[in-house]
């Protein structure tokens, strides 16, 4: 083999190593496209939506053990996860992922996958806010142009086949307190990946949630168990893919990247799910929502090329 062939992707690894914004970005996009496939899994399940919520976290808490248990080594104190203390506030962002897959959740029983989606993506404005104000986060201007570009283009792509009135109303006043949930999620994570690993928060999150939603499963008297192994199988692979992968993911990249840039990045989870719909469930895809797509796709490259970090 030619040394050439030998080098090059020593270079392209070489590339990674030096530009942990690039690294964080491709983290993103992979986190939404694990996450992407959830509205699919919570409509085919055959339990309630907070059940459902429920077993992402309850079965994906045995693999983010393992997963914590083979991370758990001597690191540097200027290291993400140096800190080996239990944390009150390790606590908090499995509340707020609580609450949001909650809403989340009802919304996609009670209104249309696209309301639903719509609604829980609009996260990136109310973080985007509060990392200004409150995070000392400072934005270019073309960071803004991109921002509105992918909401735009959010807005635009699932616009043709919303309904946002009648006997949805409900779905969609739940669906509009997704994202302020989510948003203080990101926000959280973002402070603690400072000083824990992506394991730990992770871990973390999803024992706090897993008795929270089990409360709110029995409360509400949710069908809880499912009562076939497609579904069973359904749950497993919304919990080790898209919760283990796809959050974990979005986790570690929330150590390399802004919180406002990691959230303008995930809008290209409903361009995803798009995708998987026409696919999988052979919904049309139309002239708005192409140029939908193509908005959030531009608006995303905006922000990462302009956010000012």
């Known amino acids: 083999m ?15 190593r030096t530009n942990p914004q690039l690294v964080g970005t491709l983290a993103v996009v992979g986190g939404a496209v694990g996450i992407g496939f959830v509205p699919i899994f919570v409509r085919l399940s055959d339990v309630g939506p907070i059940a459902v919520a429920f077993w992402r976290f309850a079965l994906a808490a045995p693999l983010l053990l393992a997963w914590q248990s083979l991370s758990l080594r001597p690191q540097s104190s200027s290291r993400p996860g140096a800190r080996p203390a239990f944390s009150p506030w390790l606590l908090v962002p499995g509340l707020f992922f609580t609450a949001d897959l909650s809403f989340y959740h009802l919304s996609i029983r009670y209104t249309t996958i696209a309301n639903a989606t719509l609604f829980t993506n609009m996260a990136p404005i109310v973080v985007s806010i509060i990392a200004w104000r409150f995070l000392g ?23 043709s086949s919303a309904n946002s009135g009648g006997s949805h109303l409900l779905g969609d006043a ?9 948003a203080g999620y990101l926000l959280t994570v973002r402070r603690l990946r400072a000083d824990y690993s992506s ?16 409360l709110l499963t029995l409360i509400t008297r949710e069908q809880l168990l ?7 199988l359904l749950l497993l692979t919304l919990a080790w893919f ?17 919180a406002a840039l990691t959230s303008v990045i995930l809008l290209f989870q409903p361009v995803f799910s798009t995708l998987i719909a026409w ?20 608006g995303i490259f905006l922000a990462q090329r302009n956010s000012d970090i």
């Open 242 to 258: 898209s919760h283990v992968g796809g959050q974990g993911l979005i986790t570690y990249a929330l150590a390399q990247l802004p």
């Open 174 to 182: 739940l669906g509009l307190l997704s994202p302020l949930f989510y």
């Open 279 to 298: 696919v999988w469930l052979g919904e049309t895809i139309g002239a708005l929502q192409i140029l939908g797509g193509i908005c959030v796709l531009l």
């Open 226 to 232: 499912s009562t076939s192994w497609q579904g069973w």
């Open 2 to 16: 030619h040394p050439t062939s030998l080098r090059k992707p020593q270079a392209r690894l070489q590339i990674l």
């Open 137 to 159: 986060e400072r934005f270019r201007a073309l960071f803004v142009v991109g921002l509105t570009l992918s909401i735009l283009g959010a807005v635009l792509m699932i616009r």
């Open 199 to 214: 394991s730990t928060i992770m871990l973390a999150s999803a024992i706090t949630a897993s008795f929270a939603l089990f």
